[in-house]
Every structure is written in structure tokens, then in C-alpha cells.
């Protein structure tokens, strides 16, 4: 089954025309919000039912929960709180899950990880010069899914494991500051 028949791919707000670039209170989704999300907090952070200002920008504005897709690195992410209320630019796209037999994380995770995705889109983006995913490519995708469950237990794993990853390279980073502080305290 292609993508297509199964979410909507709204694409982001193009922020480098108009008033939108001289406008101090606009704030883009960017790729380090959507790695941060990946890797991060939202796992701590339930999606809230935030609801504030939907039709600002015709919904071109990040709520908690909603799955992005970042169309320059082929990621994709669940917004978390810290990230609800940044302005989605046309780097992005919402993928807005239309069927009650896809769960958001399992898709996120076939986009991120899955080998027959990853092929498909690099069978797709052959040739280019600046190989980068399109709106209409990713449309094309072909994705299986499997029972409802077994989708929830491959997403939920999938975030878990993203959560842990990111918990140990912290630690890592903590440890070595740690040692490099008792170096330089011996040191002197």
C-alpha cells in the first residue's frame, strides 16, 4: 500500500517570503528540534491535547504529537512539548495518519530504520544532484503494515531504544567531563 492512501503530507510554510522572515515572534522547527525529539524528551512528556492557535498560519504551527518529516535529512519525529508551537518551515512536512490501522511511532520508525524503505528511497533519489527527498516521492512509498499491536510494540521498542541511546552518549559526555576535571585538579 502507498503512503498516500494511508496519511497526508501537509508541507511546511515557506518562512522566506513575505513578513514572515522580519517576524521576531516566529520561531522555525528545525533539525536539531527534530533529532532532540527523536533522541529525547518526548518519551518523558506525553503529548498534550495542546490546542493553542491550530489555525494560525492555516496549521502550519507544531503541536505535541504530531509526526514530522524532514524532507533534507529523509527523518522523521514526534514533536514534544518543549518543541509544540514552532512554526513547521518547507523543509518539513506534518504527516497526518489517516488510518486507525497505523500507529505514529511504527511509522516513524519505518521511515527512520526500515531497509525497504531505505532503499526505496534511495532507488528514488538516484540521479539527483542534491539528493533530496520530494513530497511526491514520498507519497509513492510502499509500506506494509503489520497487526495494530505488533505496530505499537515495534514503535514503542523503537522509542525506547532511541531514549537509551541518547541517555548513554550523555553519560559518556558526563564521565568525561568528570575525569577531565580530577586531570586538571591533579595537574595543578
Keep these: 500500500m502507498k503512503l498516500e492512501d494511508i496519511v497526508t503530507v501537509r508541507i511546511g510554510r515557506n518562512l522566506s517570503r513575505g513578513n514572515e522572515k522580519n517576524d ?11 533529532m532532540n525529539d527523536l533522541d529525547g524528551s518526548f518519551l518523558d512528556s506525553q503529548a498534550s491535547s495542546y490546542n493553542g492557535n491550530q489555525n494560525h498560519k492555516d496549521g502550519y504551527l507544531s503541536s505535541a504529537g504530531d509526526l514530522v ?9 514526534i514533536v514534544s512539548d518543549l518543541n509544540q508551537g514552532k512554526v513547521i518551515n518547507q523543509n ?20 527512520n530504520e526500515s531497509y525497504s524503505m531505505k532503499k526505496q528511497m534511495a ?28 505496530q505499537r510494540t515495534i514503535g514503542k521498542a523503537y522509542f525506547f531504544l532511541r531514549k537509551r541511546q ?23
Excluded: N, R
Design 92 to 111: 518539513f512536512a506534518k504527516l497526518i495518519i489517516e488510518s486507525e490501522h497505523l500507529d505514529k511511532h511504527y511509522l516513524c520508525y519505518v521511515l
Design 24 to 34: 521576531p515572534t516566529l520561531v522555525a522547527y528545525s533539525y536539531e528540534d527534530l
Design 166 to 188: 541518547a541517555l548513554a552518549k550523555k553519560q559518556a559526555e558526563f564521565e568525561e567531563q568528570l575525569f577531565l576535571e580530577v586531570l586538571k585538579q591533579l595537574d595543578q
Design 69 to 77: 518529516f524532514s524532507f533534507v535529512s529523509s527523518k522523521a519525529g
Design 123 to 150: 532507488i528514488s533519489m538516484q540521479g539527483s544532484t542534491v539528493p533530496k527527498l520530494t513530497p511526491a516521492i514520498l507519497k509513492e512509498l510502499e509500506i506494509k503494515l503489520p497487526t495494530i499491536v505488533k
